[in-house]
């Protein structure tokens, strides 16, 4: 069993940066494929970015990439999604999951935390 939860959500300009964590519990995070995905009203949940349990691979959406960098540090249970030159396309609930798989498919993780608020002001 795994629990999540993300935090360093909030309100930033259009052009700013923001820095998301997800601090997990449970002493397998480690063998964990970590990913991170989003929802914004009356959409799909899309996939942002997923990380290997060593972080020797990242991968990563096409809308995000270059912009956004996935990365886990297994000592402190943690993995972030720094996201940097935001738009106000990239506004919405960003949640972190966890998964056997690795996959872009949110139907392929088995844990999720309870999601963090994006807004990116134009």
């Known amino acids: 069993q795994v629990q999540l939860v993300e935090s360093g959500g909030g309100l930033v300009q259009a052009g700013g940066s923001l820095r998301l964590s997800c601090a997990a519990s449970?002493?397998?995070?480690?063998?964990?494929?970590m990913g991170w995905f989003r929802q914004a009203p009356g959409k799909e949940r899309e996939f942002v970015a997923f990380?290997?349990?060593?972080?020797?691979?990242?991968y990563y959406a096409d809308s995000v990439k270059g912009r956004f960098t996935i990365s886990r540090d297994n000592a402190k249970n943690t993995v972030y999604l720094q996201m940097n030159s935001l738009n106000p396309e990239d506004t919405a609930v960003y949640l972190c999951?966890?998964?056997?798989?690795?996959?872009?498919?949110?139907?392929?993780?088995?844990?999720w935390g309870q999601g963090t608020q994006v807004t990116v002001s134009a």
């Open positions: 990380i290997r349990w060593n972080g020797g691979m990242t």
């Open positions: 449970g002493s397998t995070f480690s063998s964990y494929t």
């Open positions: 999951a966890a998964g056997r798989l690795w996959s872009r498919d949110y139907s392929h993780y088995d844990y």
